[in-house]
């Protein structure tokens, strides 16, 4: 089975289309996502739309997370200006964010899966490949406590498609779908089960990319 992963999409509509139409190529049977959908970009409710619309599973990231805060930034600091429009929000978008979980469990081709973004337990917190291997295994134990069964743990938030494999569980990242308005991978993920093959690809170009892999 082929699952296609994104994560930090960053309200660019434009990227996120790039990224549906390369995974629908690939193959694949199920897309997860690992959180922040918007913020940066000006295409938040386009993007929460075609999530919902795909029925696409997402975490709430940290921006996800401030969104409703950020807006009423906006709106108190400068107003309904025709520049700003396009950044605020609707309702049923920013309820729709809300209702997000911080992390979820599922099983694909008898194998479970955990999704955050930054870790399960805090969504600002980074795991980069450079980091100390205690934080890899602190991941680790955290999606245990979620699903016992767990084999792979799919985070975000880096922007820096990643993989490790931490005492028998992988821990993949597929880096950021926006490439636009925020610094960026602007890349996405086909993971392939049972197997575990994890595959990252550059949304400009389509070539495979290999990520840096951490054991």
């Given at each position: ?116 973004h930054g870790i399960p337990s805090d969504h600002e917190v980074y795991l980069y490949s450079k980091s100390p291997r205690a934080m890899f295994e602190n991941a680790v134990y955290e ?73």
């Amino acid at each position: 089975m082929k699952v296609g992963l994104i994560a930090d999409v960053h309200a660019d509509l434009l990227s996120l289309i790039a990224a549906l139409e390369l995974l629908n190529k690939k193959g694949v049977e199920q897309i997860l996502c690992a959180g922040d959908l918007v913020d940066k970009g000006p295409d938040g409710d386009a993007v929460i739309e075609m999530i919902k619309n795909r029925a696409i599973p997402s975490v709430r990231g940290n921006h996800d997370a401030a969104i409703s805060r950020s807006q009423e930034w906006i709106k108190r600091n400068l107003g309904f200006h025709p520049a700003t429009k396009a950044r605020l929000l609707k309702q049923e978008s920013l309820e729709f964010i809300d209702a997000l979980p911080p992390y979820f469990s599922i099983t694909l081709d008898e194998t479970s899966i955990v999704v955050a973004h930054g870790i399960p337990s805090d969504h600002e917190v980074y795991l980069y490949s450079k980091s100390p291997r205690a934080m890899f295994e602190n991941a680790v134990y955290e999606a245990g406590t979620i699903d016992h069964d767990v084999k792979v743990l799919i985070l975000g938030h880096t922007h820096a498609p990643m993989m490790a494999c931490i005492d028998g569980v992988w821990i993949l990242n597929p880096g950021s779908v926006a490439g636009q308005y925020t610094d960026g991978s602007n890349t996405c993920a086909v993971l392939t089960l049972p197997e575990c093959k994890f595959e990252v690809f550059d949304l400009v170009t389509g070539m495979r990319i290999v990520p840096p892999f951490v054991q």
